[in-house]
């Protein structure tokens, strides 16, 4: 939005809370990226309360959190960049209803997003391959970097999934993969879940940030975390509160207040900013800011091969390449409900993370069947002979009454601010889903014919990715924002991350959200242009 | 002498479980980081009373450290947890002020290895076998989860973890004999490193 804005000519002022890393920030540190502070605060400073049912206790959690800093979670994602599908616009009309779920059309197609993500890919800069498969969305022309190097055991698996009839695809990634617009190509490190210091991960921090702020025309002000959304007698947005880097409250006037937090925190801030005339939260007179609220489906089983035992077979193994890059969609959308569900998702095969203290934590296990000693070195030691390849599962979560946001009065961050109070509860047609998946995906594993197979979950939720909150849709009656994202009761208010989706798709929505913002920011620039 | 309690202060039981998950967890977290103060910890010792060489610990309280980190990561074929300068590790990673809740709570824990080992074998932890210590953390271990000695032994298993496995600019993995032992060395931190310094500089949200 910022960019596209400011290329307009217009003025931007971009509050971020949290700090504005650069490249030399970016260390191979795990206990710095991956175990204190730097990325997500803490659950004891700004705690989001979560509790499963409306029955449940509320904990204080670190959860539905992503990086807290300048281009936000796309600085530590590992950048999985697959577009949503026609399906997915219009999952009411096409699957139908479902008992106990509010599934929606989106008021757009697929058709209209679509040259938003071509843009998208060529602004973040996203390596792919266009491969036909049966679930192929459509597309106009083909990624603008080649894939990345994939590890030879996606040959192995290429031929485990033919056999099982599936159609394996390169996974495109937000990584580029040769020199692109004065970034440097992609160094193979393996560590993508921390910052890049190549600037070769597509996070919004190396790409659409420094366009932005060459334009002259962005007032990037990190450490600044908005408190309310102020608005004048008639009912129009007119400033924002915020706390500076030293704890001050500030008053940002502006025309056009366009909010981006995160589905969990943009529902949140608009809950807090509470005036005579909205009293339920700004753009909530109609009490659907915080509902509908979706995660990710997430279901993970791991398969280990063990280096000294495959030396003549697969003396490949322990090649050090990280990137893997296969994923399977054919189970999508499944032709009848058979199994439970219509709608699906996506499985990504990867290695496992290499952190190594994750890693030894993960096998030294706790309680009763946790390990020290001995056992536990033997384990590592094992560990250091083995490469574990695992699939994740990006699973359609299904819009209910029960998983929603509201704001906990009672318990305020250390800004003095309540805190996002989140309700879990899952349809159960999630869990036949993702269970159904993960065996699919074990099935692929199991061809490898691995030295050890671990189920990890059939029942998660990834809580990075986030939507619904703020859902858009052509009728007033039964979502926040119009169609172009902007809201229904506040016409100078617009919300742009995943919080306008009334699905949450079968895939990761990253890329999804940039090519929406895109999107809603050109109509937005063609608006104030006409003086609207 | 008392039983080791944690001390009162405004969290619940469920909130100890939580923080500890993070800490165990893939990502984040530890204790809180004033936004207002940037300055790196510069808390006093509290090893300075009594003239101990060590910043968190006395120097009894560091030779029972020692003696459970070496039976979590005992030196066999590889090396142990005391080659790796384990306990120097977590004596000067509990002086940040990310840690200051966790030392309030792992500090206690230390005391109450040698007071289980005292009631148990009539000796102090760093005088009973290799077997008996292993008892004794074993009985720590298997303690009802939300309990005091459980929540120790998690802080304990995941400090002499972050000890062998993290950075050596934070005081273990000496050598890297860490990372060799699990196999890590594709993508360290330059020589020159000062993992401690980062910590602070980025502390604040």
């Known amino acids: ?173 937000g990584i580029i993969s040769r020199a692109y617009r004065d970034r440097s190509a ?131 193994l322990d090649d050090p390449a990280p990137f893997v890059q296969r994923s399977l969609q054919d189970f999508y959308v499944m032709p009848d409900g058979r199994h439970g569900f219509r709608k699906g998702g996506t499985l990504g095969f990867m290695w496992t993370h290499p952190n190594p203290i994750f890693a030894a934590v993960r096998l030294a296990g706790s309680g009763s069947s946790g390990v020290f000693g001995k056992t536990l070195k033997d384990r590592l030691r094992e560990y250091r002979d083995s490469r574990i390849l695992q699939f994740e599962i990006y699973g359609e979560f299904l819009p209910t009454a029960g998983t929603y946001l509201t704001v906990d009065n009672s318990v305020k961050d250390v800004y003095g601010i309540p805190v996002a109070a989140i309700t879990v509860g899952r349809h159960p047609t999630d869990f036949k889903m993702t269970k159904f998946l993960v065996e699919r995906g074990e099935d692929v594993l199991k061809a490898l014919h691995p030295d050890g197979l671990e189920r990890v979950t059939t029942g998660g939720e990834t809580t990075i990715l986030q939507h619904g909150t703020c859902r858009f849709g052509n009728d007033p009656a039964t979502s926040v924002l119009d169609k172009n994202c902007r809201a229904h009761e506040v016409p100078n208010l617009y919300v742009v991350d995943g919080s306008f989706m009334p699905s949450s798709g079968g895939v990761p929505t990253t890329l999804t959200i940039v090519a929406n913002a895109f999107r809603v920011g050109q109509a937005l620039a063609q608006t104030m242009k006409r003086g609207g | 002498m008392p039983r080791a309690r944690r001390r009162a202060n405004r969290f619940s039981r469920r909130v100890f479980i939580h923080r500890l998950a993070f800490l165990g967890g893939g990502v984040v977290l530890i204790g809180p980081a004033c936004k207002r103060d940037s300055s790196p910890a510069a808390s006093t010792p509290d090893a300075a009373a009594t003239a101990s060489p060590y910043r968190t610990f006395t120097e009894p309280e560091f030779a029972i450290l020692s003696a459970a980190c070496e039976r979590i990561i005992p030196r066999d074929e590889d090396p142990g947890a005391i080659d790796a300068q384990v306990p120097q590790y977590i004596d000067l990673m509990l002086q940040t002020k990310e840690l200051r ?105």
């Open chain 1, 186 to 316: 992609c160094a193979y490190c393996a560590l993508c879940s921390y910052g890049c210091e190549v600037g070769a991960k597509s996070g919004t921090n190396s790409s659409l940030i420094p366009a932005a702020l060459a334009t002259g025309n962005v007032d990037l002000r990190p450490r600044s975390m908005a408190r309310s959304i102020e608005v004048d007698d008639d009912g129009q947005a007119k400033s924002v509160v915020y706390l500076d880097a030293q704890g001050v409250a500030r008053e940002q006037p502006a025309k056009i207040i366009v909010i981006s937090c995160t589905a969990v925190e943009s529902a949140r801030l608009l809950l807090n900013s509470t005036s005579s005339k909205f009293p339920n939260g700004l753009a909530n007179n109609n009490g659907l800011v915080g509902q509908n609220l979706m995660f990710s489906s997430f279901g993970e089983a791991r398969a280990t091969f063990r280096v000294s035992k495959r030396k003549q077979s697969w003396p490949w």
């Open chain 2, 101 to 205: 809740k966790a030392k309030a709570e792992f500090v206690p824990g230390v005391l109450a290895l040698n007071r289980r080992s005292r009631r148990r074998f009539g000796k102090d932890f760093v005088e009973i076998t290799d077997d008996q210590r292993d008892e004794v953390l074993n009985q720590f271990k298997d303690s009802p989860s939300g309990s005091a000695e459980a929540h120790f032994f998690e802080l304990l298993m995941v400090f002499t973890l972050e000890g062998l496995l993290g950075d050596p600019s934070y005081g273990g993995n000496k050598d890297r004999v860490g990372w060799a032992l699990v196999g890590f060395g594709t993508s360290e931190p330059p020589p020159a490193y000062d993992g401690t310094r980062h910590l602070h500089a980025h502390g604040a949200h």
């Open chain 1, 1 to 173: 939005m910022a960019l596209q804005l400011a290329r307009a000519g217009f003025k931007v002022a971009l509050l971020e809370k949290g700090a504005h890393y650069q490249r030399e920030d970016f260390v191979h540190d795990e206990i710095l990226n991956s175990r204190r502070n730097f990325f997500m605060p803490l659950p004891w400073d700004e705690p989001h309360l979560v509790r499963q049912g409306p029955n449940g206790k509320y904990s204080r959690t670190n959860s539905a959190w992503t990086a807290n800093c300048v281009g936000g979670g796309t600085v530590h994602m590992s950048g999985y960049f697959y577009r949503l599908k026609p399906i997915d616009f219009r999952m009411r009309s096409e699957l139908g209803p479902v008992a106990g779920a509010n599934v929606a059309d989106w008021p757009i197609r697929y058709e209209e997003l679509a040259p938003f993500y071509d843009m998208a890919e060529e602004e973040l800069g996203v390596s792919g391959a266009v491969i036909p498969h049966p679930f192929a969305e459509p597309r106009s022309k083909p990624y603008p970097l080649p894939p990345l190097d994939a590890h030879p055991i996606c040959k192995q698996l290429d031929i485990a999934c033919r056999k099982l009839g599936y159609h394996p695809l390169p996974t495109a990634r």
